[in-house]
């Protein structure tokens, strides 16, 4: 079984930044696509960012150019750095496979306000 332990959150001022990490144990880490899904309040899950086992990446237009997607096979860790941030990059970060078919872990609360 999966299990997904996000970190690094925290409260940033707009135009600021953050790198927050996710650790997946599980012997399907590095064949599997990975994404960053972010819940604002009120508002349904999206994905943000996502990164196929060979590295190509994908980023919707809301955070293209402002966050990097990354990952560290050996070690089962995904990372996504925010720059630039807005305060509607508010909410709660998850990460899951690319199709959300892993237990959702937590989540790391990123807010952005100054």
């Known amino acids: 079984q999966v299990q997904l332990v996000e970190s690094g959150g925290g409260l940033v001022q707009p135009g600021g930044s953050l790198r927050i990490s996710c650790v997946a144990s599980?012997?399907?880490?590095?064949?599997?696509?990975l994404g960053w899904y972010r819940q604002a309040p009120g508002k349904e899950r999206e994905l943000v960012a996502s990164i196929t086992s060979g590295g190509s990446t994908y980023y919707p237009d809301s955070v293209k150019g402002r966050f990097t997607i990354s990952r560290a096979n050996a070690i089962y860790t995904i990372y996504l750095r925010m720059n630039s941030l807005k305060p509607e990059d508010t909410g709660v970060y998850y990460c899951?496979?690319?199709?959300?078919?892993?237990?959702w872990g937590q989540g790391t609360q990123v807010t952005v306000s100054s």
């Open positions: 599980g012997t399907m880490f590095r064949f599997s696509s």
């Open positions: 899951n496979t690319d199709t959300a078919n892993w237990p």
